[in-house]
């Protein structure tokens, strides 16, 4: 089910209506919070319409794993560091 901007914009505007005319500090709060969530959802619907778009067909580039040549992508790694007796993997956060 999709929602409208306007109508969240008008639930919005009768949230911060009611946090207004709050006395109590817990209701003022719950308010916000309303007005927090719906300002979220209006801007997760406008992220979730961009990446929605399209991508020009003229922008795709088919991805290769290999050179022109034929040969194997060669990854440069480092060469594994030399442990002492007392370390127990490669991870710094192996003890």
Request: charged share 30%.
């Amino acid at each position: 089910m999709d929602i409208s901007v306007d109508k969240l914009l008008r639930k919005i505007e009768e949230e911060l209506r009611l946090a207004k005319t709050s006395s109590k500090q817990e209701n003022l709060r719950e308010k916000v919070y309303s007005i927090k969530i719906l300002c979220e959802l209006i801007l997760d619907e406008k992220q979730v319409q961009q990446e929605a778009l399209p991508m020009p067909i003229t922008a795709f580039q088919p991805m290769t794993t290999q050179p022109a040549f034929g040969q194997p992508v060669s990854l440069n790694q480092p060469k594994k560091l030399e442990m002492e007796d007392e370390a127990n993997g490669d991870s710094l956060f192996d003890f």
